[in-house]
């Protein structure tokens, strides 16, 4: 079964750092595009974060380039994503997500973990 498990969430301050880690099973991580997203209450989910084989990162949002950084482990099997300089804007839920069809640049099916929540207090 293909799978992936979000982890790492909680609250910290303005300014603070977390690392969220994508646990994943059940497929050769390095075959496959991870993308993290996160979703606000009463907002659509949106892109924040993508890794493949040929796309070491990818930021889909303005806001958290240069605090933001994806990575991966294949020997783990785990897909990391470093926040620092956080803000109350970034509290969401975050998802990790395998793209089973298409790659960073061009979107496919997709199966999504069940999240973390992530609070940045003022």
């Known amino acids: 079964q293909v799978k992936v498990v979000e982890s790492g969430g909680g609250l910290v301050q303005s300014g603070g750092s977390l690392r969220l880690s994508c646990a994943a099973s059940?497929?050769?991580?390095?075959?496959?595009?991870i993308r993290w997203s996160r979703q606000a209450p009463g907002k659509e989910r949106e892109g924040v974060s993508c890794?493949?084989?040929?796309?070491?990162?990818?930021n889909d949002v303005d806001s958290v380039k240069g605090r933001f950084t994806i990575s991966r482990d294949n020997a783990k099997n785990t897909v990391y994503l470093q926040m620092n300089s956080l803000k109350p804007e970034d509290t969401s839920v975050y998802y990790c997500?395998?793209?089973?069809?298409?790659?960073?640049?061009?979107?496919?099916?997709?199966?999504w973990g069940q999240g973390t929540l992530v609070t940045v207090s003022s």
């Open positions: 059940g497929f050769t991580l390095d075959d496959y595009a």
């Open positions: 997500s395998v793209d089973l069809g298409g790659t960073c640049r061009s979107r496919g099916l997709e199966v």
């Open positions: 890794i493949s084989r040929s796309d070491g990162g990818i």
